[in-house]
């Protein structure tokens, strides 16, 4: 396992893929579908978010293409 050894002083944001813009409904049922499942936490702003866990990296989401299908697969870098 990597460890960073990093101090964060303040949140980081990172913007989402280009590719993220190609289907954002899709981004947002997998996101719900995710948190019914109890695989995703809630929504939090990100002043609340900092004062629960401290200074934090966002991670940007992206979506590519199944392999022989219509459909696409959520990436979270």
Known sequence: MLV???THRRPFF????ASSKID???ISNYITSEQIA???SQ???PSHL???IGPFRTSPLGLVPKPHSDSFRMIQD
């Open 24 to 26: 954002p409904a899709f």
């Open 14 to 17: 990172f913007a989402n893929h």
């Open 4 to 6: 960073s050894t990093i």
């Open 43 to 45: 929504a939090y702003h």
């Open 50 to 52: 900092e004062s629960i």
């Open 38 to 40: 109890g695989r995703y």
